[in-house]
């Protein structure tokens, strides 16, 4: 099982094996250097960019006890970068605001706040998903930004700096991750399989590059399942294997929302997908070739010959139950809508509202 883990075995521990972030690494290791350091940042960038690694390189170098005032790494040797590496360090709190705890952790903090580290120099508050904390957590957290204790650091990440209230912007250093480079994931991958053991096609590596678009973490959990999948032997029809079985998935729920009229649900599939980034365009094409096996089949099961090629044994199964459930005028009419909306796709002023409209008006 240890290649599920891999994007935590892998967690960069100093600012140096972060890649692709230099601007970032640049302007906090000279601030380290010059001993500039603020009371609160802002780690924005998409998922999986390094945002939570370097809140904690960042940490650990605060609290370093070997690091030199005109040094910036922290040394992963002494007491305190040991404990913060194992999770266990007292003074560094985290809190993920995603959670229902996290709310809880929010009303906290300003009572934790008040008292000063127990035997660091700093005590640090990473608030992970920060866009997510409610009204009244912003309100608690904006009082104690206001007048941070100077043993307080306060690190604030997302994926959505824009909901953030912009009186917390105001007090917040920011700092903006990017996507990596695909190039640049792939290099991770293989020095990754090099330690693992595992086996690949260059070609393999790629589609799960491209497949992760620009985000580390899950570029090797992909990585992690596939090898355990393989036993270490990544080819690139394993991979496409893989993910033609995940896309599938994908379109086979929502079709079935469509069969279903759940209008509810189908929207909010439409905008979790693309929030995970999903390229809506392909999605959709993809849902329009799904009905077309849906409408041949409905008009006569004889013509699954015609599918044979595209579609696994399996797929072929879940087709047969899915005609099941509906008629061939209301698939008729989803293909019509659908092949409209791959049209609108290409100039919708709102990514998602094509889709939308369409389940709004067809699944009525
Ligand atoms: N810039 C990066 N350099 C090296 N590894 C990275 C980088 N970004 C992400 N990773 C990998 O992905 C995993 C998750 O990264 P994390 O810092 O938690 O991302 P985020 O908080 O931005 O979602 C890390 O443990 C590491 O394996
Ligand atoms: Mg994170
Ligand atoms: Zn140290």
Do not use: W
């Amino acid at each position: 099982m240890v290649q599920l883990v891999l994007y935590r075995k892998y967690r960069p521990q100093t600012f140096s094996e972060v890649i692709n972030q230099k601007n970032t690494i640049l302007a906090l290791t000279n601030a380290l250097k010059n001993g500039r350091i603020s009371h609160a940042y802002l780690f924005a960038g998409p998922r999986g960019t390094g945002k939570t690694s370097v809140a904690r390189i960042l940490a650990k170098a605060l609290n370093c006890l070997n690091r030199k005032p005109d040094q910036f790494e922290p040394c992963n040797q002494c007491d305190h970068c040991v404990e913060i590496n194992e999770g266990r360090f007292l003074d560094l709190v985290e809190i993920d605001a995603a959670s229902t705890r996290g709310i809880d952790d929010v009303r906290e903090l300003r009572e934790n706040i008040k008292f000063p580290p127990l035997k660091a120099k700093y005590k640090v508050f990473i608030i992970d998903e920060a866009h997510q904390l409610t009204k009244d957590a912003f309100n608690a957290l904006l009082k104690t930004l206001e007048e941070p204790p100077q043993y307080v650091i306060f690190i604030l990440a997302t994926t959505e700096p824009e909901k953030l209230p912009p009186t917390v912007l105001s007090r917040l250093q920011r700092y903006d991750f990017r996507k990596l480079a695909l190039q640049d994931i792939i290099d991770r991958l293989a020095y990754i399989c090099h330690q693992e053991n595992i086996s690949y096609e260059e070609e393999a590596l790629r589609l799960v590059a491209v497949y992760s678009e620009g985000g580390l973490r899950d570029a090797e959990s992909l990585l992690g399942q596939i090898a355990l999948i393989t036993n270490n032997n990544i080819t690139k029809e394993s991979i496409e294997e893989l993910m033609g079985v995940m896309n599938f998935e994908k379109v086979k729920r929502f079709i079935n929302l469509l069969l279903h009229k759940d209008k509810e649900k189908a929207l909010s599939f439409i905008n979790e997908i693309y929030e995970e980034g999903a390229d809506l365009e392909l999605f959709n094409k993809e849902v329009i070739n799904y009905l077309r096996k849906l409408m041949l089949l409905k008009i006569s099961p004889s013509l699954s010959h015609i599918l044979d090629r595209e579609t696994t044994d399996e797929e072929m199964a879940v087709l047969f139950k899915q005609i099941e459930m509906c008629d061939l005028s209301y698939l008729e009419r989803l293909l019509r809508g659908l092949i409209e909306v791959q049209f609108q796709l290409k100039k919708a002023p709102v990514i998602t509202l094509p889709l939308e409209l369409f389940i709004s008006e067809e699944l009525g």
